[in-house]
């Protein structure tokens, strides 16, 4: 091979350039497994090899001495085919290249292998940055809240808490009964009826106007947050009592995007918001599964989970859309939540002991027929504790976050929230089903939970009165 001439521009340089800044951010996949950062350095740096042996524009296809290369025959002008011969000349000094036409004229051909390699490369290629997306996943997502500069910080109300919840459980309940309790389920709630029942019941028995929001939990974030807004206007001018909203999992979403949609009309009737366990920044469960660019669209993932949410769950996919990171991302930007809502976040991290894998969740139950006028009830138990206690594993070994088992603890707090912090193990559903285990008898449960933390929400809203009542003086 001859060198090139002077002044133009040589591409061993910048390939090796790209490939040792691919090397780079490929070392950086795993930074907490040793042994899957060094597979996934080496799978780069094989087919990044792989990817320069594939021949480039420049490849000219010369054969091996003796040999003869098969040129697919164009079409000729006069719309017969056209026969194609090369051969290399056995002093190897030139190549020769002719073309026959049946009508004896002659005309140049272009070689076929030159736009069969180029393909193969481009694919090839393509295959490497769909790996490489589909490992990379939300690591440069998670948490993005918490480095936005220009956003208020957070301030930990985990003492206050637990403070609060002690004196519950010594039966000193403190909730007023001026206002109305709004419980906003999450995800999939239309599948299990007894989301949120246990704790509505507890505070019914304490005196306390309770409702559970029935939205279809598997619509978007603007459809539901729109239904939570009627739902607030119908229990303001039906009661003339402001409402305090808790929501959990999307539905701590769907609320906050219900005050930052219709604040104009909800300031009065809104006393405050508590935000469990929810996806405020974006989930990477979410996202993972329905990230375009990655590995799964060869199996065609999104259809699968679009199948499955519409015709199985009769639900919408963009309810699972509306929790990814980029979604998050644009709505946020367009819609931030009011200042002035006094906002109190928690989140928790799941359990991953050996109990969890017996542990069983109460989600239903079905009746049978009466027998000696007694209806008799079967549980319906499914082993959620034991799913999220590996969906936490797997986002600990794939991005070293701890999480509930579905969202990470970095994107559950509202930024200028009190964000209550607790280090007790808790997965994603203890909050809203009951376990068939019981509580240990020096631990709250869900109900005792929900009840603290509204407690610490109104603290939370007088205090918020209180600096502006000082401010207008």
């Known amino acids: 091979m001859e060198p090139s001439a002077q002044g133009e521009p040589s591409t061993s340089a910048s390939v090796d350039d790209s490939q040792s800044v691919s090397r780079a951010e490929d070392s950086q996949l795993f930074p907490t497994i040793p042994a899957l950062n060094q597979a996934a350095v080496n799978l780069a740096e094989i ?11 420049g490849y000219a296809g010369i054969p091996e001495e003796g040999q003869e290369l098969a040129i697919l025959p164009p079409v000729s002008t006069s719309g017969r085919p056209a026969l194609q011969t090369s051969s290399a000349e056995l002093d190897g000094s030139s190549l020769s290249t002719t073309e026959i036409n049946i009508s004896g004229s002659t005309t140049s051909g272009q070689m076929a292998p030159f736009g069969v390699f180029q393909n193969g490369a481009s694919l090839f290629q393509g ?59 999450g995800l999939f709630s239309n599948h299990g009826p007894l989301y949120f029942v ?3 019941a507890y505070f019914s028995k304490m005196g306390l106007v309770c409702h559970i929001a029935k939205i279809h ?4 974030v603007s459809k539901n947050a729109r239904e939570i807004k009627e739902y607030i206007e119908e229990i303001y001018w039906g009661s ?21 949609l219709y604040w104009p009309q909800l300031k009065d009737k809104v006393a405050g918001l508590v935000i469990a366990q929810s996806p405020y920044g974006g989930s990477p469960v979410a996202s993972d599964i329905l990230r375009e660019g990655q590995l799964g669209d060869y199996v065609m993932l999104r259809k699968v989970m679009e199948i499955l949410v519409s015709k199985v769950l009769k639900g919408d996919l963009q309810a699972l859309e509306d929790l990814t990171y980029e979604r998050r991302k644009e709505f946020l930007s367009q819609h931030p939540l009011p200042p002035e809502v006094p906002v109190v976040s928690f ?26 006028g007694n209806p008799a009830r079967i549980p319906v138990v499914m082993p959620l504790s034991a799913a999220l206690a590996a969906c936490s594993q797997v986002l600990v070994a794939r991005y070293g976050e701890k999480s509930d088992g579905l969202v990470t603890r970095k994107d559950a707090e509202v930024p200028g929230s009190l964000a209550v912090r607790p280090e007790r193990k808790l997965d994603h559903a203890w909050m809203v089903y009951s376990s068939m285990n019981e509580e240990p ?21 007088q205090k918020r009165r209180h600096e502006s009542a000082m401010k207008d003086e």
């Open 47 to 57: 087919a990044s090899y792989f990817t320069q042996c594939l021949p480039g524009p």
């Open 217 to 220: 939990s598997e619509s978007s």
């Open 198 to 200: 246990k704790t509505k």
């Open 127 to 185: 295959l490497v940055d769909r790996a490489r997306k589909t490992v990379r996943g939300s690591a440069d997502d998670i948490g993005w809240l918490q480095r936005i500069q220009s956003l208020p910080s957070t301030e930990d109300g985990t003492t206050r808490f637990l403070e609060i919840l002690d004196s519950v459980r010594k039966n000193e309940h403190k909730l007023p009964d001026s206002v109305v309790y709004l419980l906003v389920p």
């Open 441 to 461: 008898g020096d631990q709250a449960d869900t109900s005792q939970v929900c009840e603290a933390l509204l407690t610490l929400l109104v603290e939370v809203a």
């Open 347 to 372: 989140h928790t991290e799941a359990s991953i002991t050996p109990s969890v894998l017996t542990a069983l969740s109460h989600v239903a139950h079905v009746e049978l027929p009466a027998t000696a």
């Open 240 to 260: 003339r009592k402001r409402v305090l909203l808790l929501g959990h999992s999307k539905g701590g979403v769907d609320s906050a995007a219900a005050l930052s």
